[in-house]
């Protein structure tokens, strides 16, 4: 397995997030993004999760809610990745697989746009 700190992959989540554009980030209302170190145990190879509702799907009705959580998950990242190169392109891919959800964007829609 790759060895990374976690601060050192905080740091590539960071620069992923850094890299959305501006126009979009604007858009992103009520979500925080935290990074953990596995997934939940039934699904060990999991990359990243997106909690919440996404603004496609908000009315009248939310107001007062917590925030929507993306989570980006260290172990299995670096345990599918062969190089730091490899773990920097494979978290920006989950980054705006993640984010994508939060505008309502789907997971047939992702796969076909190659954020699978």
């Known amino acids: 397995m790759l060895e990374m700190t976690r601060e050192e992959f905080e740091e590539l989540v960071a620069e992923a997030l850094d890299r959305i554009p501006p126009e ?4 992103m209302d009520n979500v925080a993004v935290f990074v953990e170190d596995e997934p939940p145990a039934d699904d060990p190879e999991l ?3 997106y909690e919440g509702t996404p603004l496609t799907e ?3 009705w939310y107001a007062g809610v917590l925030p929507d959580r993306i989570t980006i998950y260290r172990g299995p990242t670096l345990r599918m990745c062969e190089s730091r190169e490899d773990v920097v392109a494979e978290t920006e891919i989950t980054v705006v697989h ?3 959800h ?6 047939a829609r992702l796969h ?3 954020y699978g």
């Open 24 to 27: 979009l980030t604007r858009l």
């Open 47 to 49: 990359l990243g999760l």
């Open 98 to 100: 993640e984010i994508a």
């Open 58 to 60: 908000r009315g009248e």
């Open 102 to 107: 939060h505008f309502g964007i789907d997971d």
């Open 112 to 114: 076909a746009l190659g």
